[in-house]
């Protein structure tokens, strides 16, 4: 799965929703360039927030709520006409588990996870 969130119209989808052997956060910056580094973390922690998807922590990581992450990943088989797999509860927990066993999952049970600038 990958968490895209667009900087220049801060929509945040979610992309390859049964694929739950990975979990990323791709962010493509604004096309005007503006705003540099801290313009675009500020955009992406706006764009998190606005959302209900979680936060930017100290170190520049995301935070993304599980229950996010089921939401997105629902809107996104919607709108592609397509379905969840149909065990993909279980393997949602599969790699909760397998994130939690990696140190990637944060005290309050967010998924902790870099950010991928896509260009």
């Known amino acids: ?14 992309r390859d ?5 990975r979990f990323s956060v791709a962010a493509v910056p604004p096309r005007n360039g503006d705003g540099g580094e801290n313009g675009a973390l500020e955009a992406m922690a706006s764009a998190l927030s606005v959302h209900g998807v979680g936060m930017i922590d100290a170190s520049g990581d995301v935070l993304v709520s599980v229950e996010a992450v ?5 809107e996104s ?12 509860d279980a393997g949602l927990a599969g ?3 397998y994130a939690a066993s990696q140190g990637w999952i944060a005290d309050d049970g967010s998924i902790r996870a870099h950010v991928e600038w896509e260009h």
């Open 77 to 88: 088989a919607t709108t592609t006409g397509s379905m969840l797999d149909t065990e993909w």
């Open 70 to 74: 089921r939401r997105l990943a629902t």
């Open 95 to 97: 790699m909760l588990e």
């Open 1 to 14: 799965m990958v968490l895209a969130i667009d900087l220049s119209t801060g929509g945040v989808t979610m």
């Open 17 to 21: 929703a049964n694929d739950l052997k």
